[in-house]
Each structure stands twice: as C-alpha cells, then as structure tokens.
T-cell receptor
C-alpha cells in the first residue's frame, strides 16, 4: 500500500488564483481529514469526511472547499488564494471512528501565496 | 476556549539520556490522547496513544503517562537516540463526531551527541 499520497509537493500561487490539493489513500479508510500547519505551530483541522458524499467543517474552514465523491479521494480546493493561506497542508485518513484507530498522514503540500 | 498546549517549546538532551516531553490539556471531556512525531519535511507519525481510563501505557522505548487530576500528559523516551530528534505533538480526541484531533503547539526535541 502506498498509504496516503498528496500532490503537488510544493506550489506557489498568486493572490486570487485557485488550485486543488489532491489527496488519495489506498487503505479503504472511511475517514479523511485536511489539516494546515503554520510554521512552528500544531495542525489545525480544515475539513473532514466520514465517508463518500459526506463532508463537514473543522476548526478553520474559511477559504476552502472539499468534496468526497469516492472513498479514495479527498481533494481540497482553494478558490481565491490569500497570503494567509500560506502553510503546509496535510491530508490524513483513518478506518473509522473507533478511537483505537490512528490517523495516517500524507507527506504534505507546501503552499506559498504571494 | 478549550486548548491543548505544551510546556516547553525546545528540549535538548544528551544521547542515551531519557527525555520527558510534557503536555497540558484543558478539555476534561477528552477521552483519548495521541503523541505524534514529526520529522522535518514530513507528516506526523503516530507514536503512542492512551485512553482516559488509563494512567500509563508503554511502547517500545516510549511511555505515555496521563494525569487526569491536573490534566497533564507526558511522553517519556528511554535512551534517547539521534533519530529521536523531531517535533513532538500531543493531540486530544474531541468525541462527538469524526474522530477529530486537536493538536498542541509542539516541542522540538534535540539530541546532542
């Protein structure tokens, strides 16, 4: 299994541009998450999904959108990029809501908005 | 509001010594805690977890202690090695939906030779 994969690894955007951060997992996990991590800080939850067709807001959803059309994919969309969205974005997945299940993280996407 | 935070931003230890990384949490309703290790340029990696009905849990070279009375969590690393150098995060599970994690700020562990 490849686990959780993210593309691209790094991207520079101009203010107002849009882009989609891709996330795919091949572990047949139901739960998927998007986090952002600012320098020297912990991760903050943007959006999460408990299964295909179901998404919900996390702690910092403003400026982002998500969709979950399949179990495997959970793309994160930035419609109008702002400098405040400069961050490292991590996607994660877990099997279910059983607290014994841990979240597996992807390698991250570094985004710079200028 | 509820929060999870770490006492020390940076911890330096000698190779072979034991390391103790601390974490304070404020949400008494949290019933599950996880320690993650994050190496530079990588995503967080699960280390060990503990449920709120436990006081201690041991893994390979790591031990997590939970003190619910003072809402304190610690990670002990035995015989610290250079490969242990990383940022360590504690996280709490907020039950009620989605297995959502709330992360602390992080502690940088530096292992000196």
């Amino acid at each position: 299994n490849a686990g959780v994969t993210q593309t691209p690894k790094f991207r520079i955007l101009k203010i107002g541009q849009s882009m989609t951060l891709q996330c795919t997992q091949d572990m047949n996990h139901n739960y998927m998450y998007w986090y952002r991590q600012d320098p020297g800080m912990g991760l903050k939850l943007i959006y999460y999904s408990v299964g295909a067709g179901i998404t919900d807001k996390g702690e910092v959803p403003n400026g982002y959108n998500v969709s979950r059309s399949t179990t495997e994919d959970f793309p994160l969309r930035l419609e109008l990029a702002a400098p405040s969205q400069t961050s490292v974005y991590f996607c994660a997945s877990s099997m279910n809501r059983d607290l014994k299940e841990t979240q597996y993280f992807g390698p991250g996407t570094r985004l710079l908005v200028l | 509001g509820e929060s999870v935070g770490l006492h020390l931003p940076t911890l330096s230890v000698q190779e072979g010594d034991n390391s103790i990384i601390n974490c304070a949490y404020s949400n008494s309703a949290s019933d599950y805690f996880i320690w993650y290790k994050q190496e530079s340029g990588k995503g967080p990696q699960f280390i060990i977890d503990i449920r709120s009905n436990m006081d201690k849990r041991q893994g390979q070279r790591v031990t997590v202690l939970l003190n619910k009375t003072v809402k304190h969590l610690s990670l002990q690393i035995a015989a610290t090695q250079p490969g242990d150098s990383a940022v360590y995060f504690c996280a709490e599970i907020l039950t009620g939906g989605g297995n959502k994690l709330t992360f602390g700020t992080g502690t940088q562990l530096k292992v000196e030779l």
